[in-house]
């Protein structure tokens, strides 16, 4: 069975760092696009991060370059996402998401929609 698990939320104060993992079971990272989507209140979801299966293409969204740095250890099939210089717009839900044949920049911007995800981790950005 196919399933990504995040963990690594918190509540963390503005300028703060968080890094999250996505553990995969069932299938190997290795050879998918992942990527990071959030979800913040009222909000549309916004695609953050993705990493190509070869990793030498990465997306990351306008609002998180400098600041978040999406990688993968293969051998431990999982995801990271190292988020610094948090901010209080950074507060959202963060999925973890997976496909097999499609670009860094389809699976960021979910066209079409990626076909696993996972359950989600908070993270909260707050003095």
């Known amino acids: 069975q196919v399933q990504l698990v995040e963990s690594g939320g918190d509540l963390v104060q503005p300028g703060g760092s968080l890094r999250l993992s996505c553990a995969a079971s069932g299938f190997t990272l290795e050879y998918y696009v992942i990527g990071w989507i959030r979800q913040a209140p009222g909000k549309e979801r916004e695609g953050v991060a993705c990493?190509?299966?070869?990793?030498?293409?990465?997306y990351y969204a306008d609002s998180v370059k400098g600041r978040f740095t999406i990688s993968r250890d293969s051998a431990k099939n999982t995801v990271y996402l190292q988020m610094d210089s948090l901010k209080p717009e950074d507060t959202a839900v963060y999925y973890c998401?997976?496909?097999?044949?499609?670009?860094?920049?389809?699976?960021?911007?979910?066209?079409?929609?990626?076909?696993?995800w996972g359950q989600g981790t908070q993270v909260t950005v707050s003095s």
């Open positions: 990493i190509s299966s070869s990793d030498r293409s990465i």
């Open positions: 998401a997976a496909e097999y044949i499609t670009t860094v920049q389809s699976l960021c911007l979910m066209i079409p929609p990626p076909d696993h």
